[in-house]
């Protein structure tokens, strides 16, 4: 399978795509593209230094986040919808089959979405705490866990069919960054075991709701989580 990466910063979750694709946990797939609308995004670095091609593509100013600008009318700016066929057009080049935003900070337009199946991740248990600050929204709504949801992409926001999602805990005393590191390893588990179930085609999607198919590695990713959670509370439990 051939995956497209959008992604505006540190690219922690683009490197897990890649060491499963490499790894072989995400099977015959590679990362053939990863574009950034950020030129200091280290993802961008990150594919380099594995050899794969990347792109900063500036976007038109307007495009900056606006306050008070609806969906809809994101959707349909223009100048969005022409931004996106760039994207169209360099992720077609490479012959992508899905596109993964990976700490991407900017609206995908139905110029993209009707072109690709695209996969977000989240930093939040969604419905909840959509946004740009799912973790720091969580902590001052008094939630006592955070977590992070895959979704495959709507032309809404955070709202489209939901894959997998991951619960971290909330330590007293822990920091929002605190926070954000411990439920950055489950984003990281998370999106490598969504794209393995889609590339070995495990996820049904029927309407709002996406059926998974279990398999051997599914039953030992779900394992998998549990143990982070107790390695989770024994290492805070040393510290104290
Ligand atoms: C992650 O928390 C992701 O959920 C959010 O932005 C952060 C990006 O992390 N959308 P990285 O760039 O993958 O390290």
């Given at each position: 399978m051939k995956i497209g990466v959008l992604a505006s910063g540190s690219g922690s979750n683009l490197q897990s795509i890649i060491d499963s694709c490499n790894s072989g946990y995400i099977p015959n797939?590679?990362?053939?593209l990863v574009i950034s609308n950020?030129?200091?995004?280290f993802a961008l670095t990150r594919a380099s230094n594995h050899g794969i091609k990347s792109n900063y593509i500036h976007p038109p100013?307007?495009?900056?986040?606006?306050?008070?600008?609806n969906i809809d009318e994101i959707m349909n700016d223009p100048l969005r919808r022409e931004y996106d066929k760039l994207l169209v057009e360099n992720f077609s080049n490479v012959n992508v089959e899905v596109i993964c935003l990976?700490?991407?900070?900017l609206f995908v337009t139905p110029a993209l979405l009707d072109k690709f199946t695209i996969i977000n991740i989240h930093?939040?248990?969604?419905?909840?705490?959509?946004?740009?600050h799912g973790i720091r929204d969580a902590i001052n709504y008094g939630a006592n866990v955070v977590g992070c949801t895959t979704h495959f992409v709507d032309?809404?926001?955070?709202?489209?069919p939901i894959i997998l999602q991951a619960t971290t805990p909330i330590f007293t005393g822990m920091s929002t960054e605190e926070i954000s590191l411990l439920n950055l390893k489950r984003e990281h588990i998370i999106f490598a075991e969504t794209l393995r179930l889609y590339c070995k085609n495990l996820l049904r999607v029927k309407g709002r709701q996406v059926e998974i198919i279990w398999d051997k590695e599914h039953f030992e990713y779900q394992n998998k989580l549990l143990y982070l959670w107790k390695s989770d509370i024994d290492d805070y439990n040393n510290r104290r």
């Open positions: 797939s590679s990362v053939e950020n030129e200091k995004a100013d307007f495009i900056k986040y606006k306050k008070g600008m990976a700490g991407y900070m930093p939040s248990i969604l419905p909840s705490f959509k946004g740009l032309n809404d926001e955070d709202t489209g």
